[in-house]
Nanobody, 121 residues
């Protein structure tokens, strides 16, 4: 019912920058929150950045000051700008959205398929 499509991953050198985008589509009544999580090999999925519809933003501790999330509400799109990347940022980055399908339903969480970000020289 709801589809999240990420784009923008790839290979970048340490100290470099990269941007990701995610578009949500489908039977969306309200996007309550949208953002990014990541999962490195052998590690649990962790918060990168999430922004609510009220513009409250939460960042993971390891990315504060380096990553910035933004949203285009009219286009159901989220962007992640990543600066000062280091090898520890290497992971699969997953788009996340908390969606209300109508005015009465409990919001549900949806995930994209993920995009690989590799930081290496």
């Amino acid at each position: 019912q709801v589809r999240l499509v990420e784009s923008g991953g790839g290979l970048v050198q340490p100290g470099g920058s990269l941007s990701l985008s995610c578009v949500a589509s489908g039977a969306i009544f309200k996007l309550n929150a949208m953002g990014w999580y990541r999962q490195a090999p052998g590690k649990q999925r962790e918060l990168v950045a999430v922004q609510t519809s009220g513009s409250t933003t939460n960042y993971g501790e390891s990315v504060k000051g380096r990553f910035t999330i933004s949203r285009d509400g009219a286009k159901n799109t989220a962007f992640l700008t990543m600066n000062s990347l280091n090898p520890e940022d290497t992971a699969v980055y997953y788009c996340y959205a908390r969606v209300s399908l109508n005015a009465y339903s409990v919001p549900r969480d949806y995930w994209g398929q993920g995009t690989q970000v590799t930081v290496s020289s």
